[in-house]
C-alpha cells in the first residue's frame, strides 16, 4: 500500500483508529440487527468527519464494493452509481 501524505483526507478521516472495524463487517456471520446496529456506529462517525464528501467520492471513484464509506453502505453507493449512470446516458 502507499505511504498516506499527512494532509491527504485519509489522515484526517474520523474513522481512523481503533474505531475503524464499525465500518466493515466481521469475518465471522452478522445479523441483520447487529448490521443495522454497527452500520449506525458507523455513520455516526461519518457524520461528524470533515472529509465525508472526500470519502464518499473516493469510494464511488474505485467502486469500492465493501463497508461505510462517506455515510453510505455497499448498496446506497451501487444506487448512487446507478443513478449516476442513468443520468450520464
Same mark, same amino acid.
Given at each position: ?26 469475518? @465471522? ?7 443495522? *446496529?454497527? /452500520? =449506525?456506529?458507523? !455513520? ?6 470533515? &472529509? ?10 474505485? @467502486? ?7 455515510? *453510505?453502505? /455497499? =448498496?446506497?453507493? !451501487? ?6 449512470? &442513468?443520468?450520464?446516458?
Amino acid at each position: 500500500m502507499a505511504a498516506l501524505v499527512d494532509d491527504s483526507w485519509e489522515h484526517k478521516a474520523a474513522c481512523r483508529g481503533p474505531q475503524a472495524t464499525v465500518f466493515f463487517p466481521p469475518p @465471522r456471520f452478522e445479523r441483520k440487527s447487529e448490521k443495522l *446496529k454497527r /452500520e =449506525a456506529k458507523a !455513520r455516526n462517525i461519518c457524520s461528524q468527519c470533515s &472529509v465525508i464528501g472526500d470519502c464518499l467520492s473516493y469510494a464511488l471513484e474505485i @467502486r469500492e464494493p465493501h463497508g461505510i464509506w462517506g455515510g *453510505k453502505n /455497499e =448498496a446506497e453507493r !451501487r444506487q448512487m452509481l446507478l443513478l449516476l449512470e &442513468v443520468e450520464a446516458s
